[in-house]
């Protein structure tokens, strides 16, 4: 079985991405076709990159890398659930990519994004920065607005078609995510 961690990819006080994280995550297990696992970067002290090495010497010189790499080596694929600040990914979530290099080569991910235009900008450059650690994006994205999607910005209430747009992204990340195997394998 195919296994998916979904990241929540904010650790802001007050941040609106926990509770997105928790839909996506409360839908996928739902579908009950693959494993899925919140994984919250505010668990992970990575602080900023902080390895005397590059990561892909896979060497890591401390513990907070060792349990981050353990994490995502773990899974098949990802959905990131990102805010936009400054028409951009947090630095909270650049930081934890970077940390790792072969943990996320060959695997599949597909995006949430919130923010003020559904945070496709944010998504844009998580694609790139994504696709030079050899991960493969899928096409569907659920980009959720602050201002129709979040009652006072801060309640997440969703309009109805996001969870079709999920379904959507979740079959191409799985498809993904198991198409990519043999490569993880060899």
Same mark, same amino acid.
């Given at each position: 079985m195919i296994k998916v961690g979904i990241i929540v990819g904010s650790t #802001?006080? %007050? #941040?609106n991405a926990e509770a997105v994280a928790q839909w996506v995550h409360d839908l996928a297990v739902k579908r009950g076709d693959a494993e899925y696992e919140l994984v919250d970067l505010k668990d992970y002290t990575l602080g900023n990159l902080d390895e005397p090495q590059h990561p892909a010497a896979g060497n890591y010189a401390h513990?907070?890398?060792r349990q981050w790499a353990a994490k995502i080596a773990s899974?098949?694929?990802f959905v990131f659930v990102t805010p936009e600040y400054n028409h951009s990914i947090p630095g909270s979530l650049k930081n934890a990519v970077d940390f790792l290099y072969a943990e996320w080569t060959n695997k599949a991910a597909g995006f949430? %994004?919130?923010g003020v235009g559904g945070a496709v900008q944010a998504v844009g450059h998580l694609r790139d920065v994504l696709s030079n650690v050899g991960v493969a994006t899928v096409q569907?994205?659920?980009a959720l607005s602050i201002f129709t999607d979040f009652e006072n910005m801060t309640a997440f209430k969703p309009a109805a078609v996001h969870e079709d747009k999920l379904g959507v992204?979740?079959?191409?990340?799985l498809a993904w995510g198991g198409a990519l195997r043999p490569l993880r394998a060899a």
């Amino acid at each position: 079985m195919i296994k998916v961690g979904i990241i929540v990819g904010s650790t #802001r006080p %007050g #941040r609106n991405a926990e509770a997105v994280a928790q839909w996506v995550h409360d839908l996928a297990v739902k579908r009950g076709d693959a494993e899925y696992e919140l994984v919250d970067l505010k668990d992970y002290t990575l602080g900023n990159l902080d390895e005397p090495q590059h990561p892909a010497a896979g060497n890591y010189a401390h513990e907070h890398t060792r349990q981050w790499a353990a994490k995502i080596a773990s899974f098949d694929a990802f959905v990131f659930v990102t805010p936009e600040y400054n028409h951009s990914i947090p630095g909270s979530l650049k930081n934890a990519v970077d940390f790792l290099y072969a943990e996320w080569t060959n695997k599949a991910a597909g995006f949430v %994004g919130c923010g003020v235009g559904g945070a496709v900008q944010a998504v844009g450059h998580l694609r790139d920065v994504l696709s030079n650690v050899g991960v493969a994006t899928v096409q569907q994205q659920v980009a959720l607005s602050i201002f129709t999607d979040f009652e006072n910005m801060t309640a997440f209430k969703p309009a109805a078609v996001h969870e079709d747009k999920l379904g959507v992204l979740l079959d191409q990340v799985l498809a993904w995510g198991g198409a990519l195997r043999p490569l993880r394998a060899a």
